[in-house]
């Protein structure tokens, strides 16, 4: 059934293959893996009449279960009673932290980076903005590492690429943008600069990346400030195995049977009248 429902969903061959198979497992996450499919639960017969099989079918219930086992299993990590304790000789130096900590919220990053990767990787974003650090959780999906060759363990270049629509970019202050166009973006993060790049229209033959002077910042930190962190062993050099594959197809079958459940005790408490007025009986011979 699983690999029936992901069948429905468009996979884009432009992008790498890993962004379709974590696209599949962020709809899981979020509870959207059926909005490809087009009918209604109750839905029993298309416009021609046609009989439409379950497999066709939204389930009218959705448990989460997936989502459940991410949230326990994350409690258990960055929770208020679970949070790694800070423990250093100088003391100034763990005050310091702690307001570090509490000012950027690192708590509630890492709770979400724990959510969100769960899918197989995450990365969290570090920035120094006016003196006052800042993190951020971005989601693996369209981003690309590339690890030094001399320290395999070492970010070198994270580059972020996607399609993005011209009414969004237009919204975000893009001249000279088309609104029914689609564009790519792109920026990429090194060990100097956060450099960012023009849109580009994703049916130009001749379009490529230019850079963005004025949105790309030169950071000079000398490294990558991007940590990129792989979910479970097991997966590919990219991404981690995903927290909650092996209880994809049990979510499925329970979303399905208590949707089936839930429709028969509304027919039977409501039932549909299919005729009435007299009944003449005839007799077989």
Request: charged residues 20%; hydrophobic residues 40%; aromatic residues 10%.
């Amino acid at each position: 059934m699983f690999e029936t429902i992901c069948s429905t969903i468009p996979v884009d061959t432009s992008l790498p293959t890993r962004v379709g198979k974590l696209n599949i497992l962020s709809r899981v996450l979020d509870g959207t893996l059926y909005d490809n499919l087009p009918y209604q639960f109750h839905e029993e017969r298309n416009g021609a009449g046609e009989y439409v099989p379950l497999r066709l079918r939204r389930p009218s219930v959705r448990y989460g279960l997936c989502r459940v086992v991410v949230e326990d299993s994350v409690a258990l990590l960055f929770s208020a009673g679970h949070f790694p304790a800070l423990d250093a000789a100088d003391q100034d130096l763990v005050r310091y932290l702690q307001d570090v900590i509490a000012e950027s919220r690192l708590n509630e990053v890492m709770i979400n980076a724990a959510i969100r990767g769960s899918i197989g990787s995450v990365a969290i974003l570090f920035r120094v903005l006016r003196g006052r650090v800042f993190f951020s959780v971005l989601e693996s999906l369209y981003l690309t590492p590339v690890w030094s060759s001399e320290e395999p363990d070492t970010l070198a270049q994270v580059t972020e690429k996607y399609k993005v629509s011209g009414v969004d970019l237009a919204a975000q202050g893009y001249d000279d943008i088309d609104v029914g166009t689609v564009y790519w973006f792109q920026r990429v993060w090194d060990a100097e600069a956060e450099t960012w790049y023009l849109p580009w229209a994703i049916n130009d033959p001749l379009g490529r990346p230019v850079k963005d002077e004025l949105r790309s910042v030169v950071h000079g930190l000398g490294f990558v400030p991007v940590v990129w962190i792989r979910n479970l062993p097991g997966g590919d050099g990219i991404d981690g195995a995903c927290t909650f594959r092996s209880a994809i197809d049990t979510n499925i079958e329970i979303d399905y049977q208590l949707s089936q459940a839930g429709r028969g005790l509304k027919y039977s408490s409501d039932p549909t009248l299919l005729g009435s007025g007299p009944i003449d009986l005839i007799e077989l011979i």
